[in-house]
C-alpha cells in the first residue's frame, strides 16, 4: 500500500517508487527511508540466487527522497517534474538485499527554478551503503 503523503509528494508510482517515509526535511538536510521488500520487480533478475538492489536503484531512492523532501517544503512547486542530468561522485559501499530498509540522508547543494544539485548517502542500519551527487532539471507541466 502506497502512502499518501509521499504519492502526493511524488508523481512516481509502484513499481517504482522507492519513498516509504520523510524523516526529517529542512532547508540543510532531507532524510527519508524505504525497504526493499523481497517482492520488488528487479530481484527476479538481479541476481536470482543472490538478489542485491541495484546500484542504480540507490541512486533513484536518493533523488526521489531528495525531490520529495524539497516538494515537502515547499521548494518545488506541486506540478514540477524534476529528471536525473547527471550523477556524479558514486561509489557503492555496501549491498542491500531483500528486507533491508535504506535510510537516504541528503543535503540540499543549490535549488533553483530550474535545476536541483543534491548530495546523497544511503545507509542500512549504521553502515553506508551507497553515495553520490546528482544534478536534476526541473521541467514544468
Not at 521488500?37 to 536503484?57: D, L, N, Q
Not at 515547499?74 to 531483500?98: H, T, W, Y
Request: aromatic share 10%; proline share 4%.
Amino acid at each position: 500500500m502506497e502512502n499518501t503523503e509521499i504519492t502526493a509528494l511524488l508523481p512516481h508510482r509502484d513499481p517504482f517508487l522507492f519513498v516509504d517515509e520523510i524523516l526529517r526535511a529542512d532547508r540543510e538536510e532531507i532524510r527519508a527511508r524505504h525497504v526493499f521488500t523481497e517482492g520488488a520487480f528487479f530481484f527476479r533478475g538481479h541476481f536470482p540466487r543472490y538478489p542485491v538492489v541495484p546500484g542504480v536503484i540507490l541512486i533513484e531512492t536518493m533523488a526521489q527522497s531528495g525531490g520529495a523532501g524539497l516538494r515537502k517544503l515547499g521548494l518545488l512547486e506541486g506540478d514540477a517534474l524534476f529528471f536525473l542530468a547527471s550523477v556524479d561522485k558514486v561509489k557503492f559501499r555496501r549491498q542491500v538485499r531483500p528486507g533491508e530498509e535504506l535510510r537516504s540522508e541528503i543535503r540540499n547543494l543549490r535549488v533553483s527554478s530550474s535545476a536541483i544539485r543534491q548530495a546523497g548517502k544511503a545507509y542500512v542500519g549504521d553502515e553506508l551503503a551507497a553515495e553520490a551527487e546528482w544534478l536534476c532539471l526541473i521541467k514544468r507541466q
